[in-house]
């Protein structure tokens, strides 16, 4: 199983629901990401996470809230945000945060996206 | 910070032929992998080729080739015998060894293969 399943597909909120993102791997990989992607831009980190603590946090506003229940699922719950937070939002993971040379092939596994619409 | 840079925003080619998309980046490492990555209209993040710094042979994955210059920091993609499915927007990223938590993306080329 080489997958990253993310859910839901689709979002829609107003500025102020609360909702969440949710992301799944079972492939045994220790490093999960969160990227924002706005439309012909490349993503942009926003949070990783390494054996389920919080490694990197990208200078994110704090009403975003990742959190890493377990090896396997990332959450991002999102509060209060606003209409220029609508984007697509990509997990990713992959075997380690930081690699050992010639001992990991280093590349990022990425779900197919949440697009998020917030009003 | 390294930098990533697709110098082409747009490329198009026709299928059965072949294209190069370009990327150089800046890095003091030596250490590093580098990737091609594809994204589709259905927004997936797909994984082309992969190329290791220490690794002196250009990697290949079928159709797809690259040609990695470590001295001029270049990596370009070489796609053959094009196919419709291959439009895409395709992302060239970098990775430091070590201490490199995540990708550094260029800002991408939008590839369009007409028939």
């Known amino acids: 199983d080489t997958e990253v399943t993310q859910t839901p597909k689709h979002l829609v909120m107003g500025m102020t629901n609360k909702k969440s993102l949710k992301c799944e791997q079972h492939?045994?990989?220790?490093?999960m990401y969160w990227y924002k992607q706005k439309a012909k831009k490349p993503p942009e980190l926003m949070f990783v996470?390494?054996?389920?603590?919080?490694?990197i946090n990208e200078s994110v506003p704090s009403r975003f809230s990742p959190e890493c229940p377990n090896s396997s699922l990332l959450n991002l719950h999102l509060h209060a945000l606003q209409p220029e937070d609508s984007a697509l939002y990509l997990c990713?993971?992959?075997?380690?945060?930081?690699?050992?040379?010639?001992?990991?092939?280093?590349?990022?596994?990425f779900g197919e996206g949440s697009r998020l619409t917030v009003l | 910070a390294q930098t990533v840079t697709q110098s082409q925003p747009e490329m198009s080619v026709q299928e059965a032929e072949t294209v190069t998309l370009s990327c150089t980046y800046d890095?003091?490492?030596?250490?590093?992998?580098l990737f091609w990555y594809k994204q589709p209209p259905s927004r997936q993040m797909i994984l082309v080729i992969r190329?290791?710094?220490?690794?002196?042979q250009n990697a290949t994955e079928n159709r797809f080739s690259v040609n990695f210059q470590k001295a001029a920091k270049s990596f370009s993609l070489k796609i053959s015998d094009s196919q419709l499915g291959d439009a895409a927007m395709y992302f060239c990223?970098?990775?430091?060894?070590?201490?490199?938590?995540?990708?550094?993306f260029g800002k991408g080329t939008s590839l369009l293969v007409t028939p």
């Open positions: 990713a993971s992959s075997q380690f945060a930081t690699l050992v040379l010639r001992q990991n092939t280093g590349e990022l596994f």
């Open positions: 492939m045994g990989h220790r490093a």
């Open positions: 996470y390494s054996y389920e603590k919080l490694s």
């Open positions: 890095t003091s490492e030596s250490d590093y992998y």
């Open positions: 190329q290791e710094a220490y690794k002196q």
């Open positions: 990223a970098y990775r430091s060894a070590g201490s490199g938590y995540a990708l550094n």
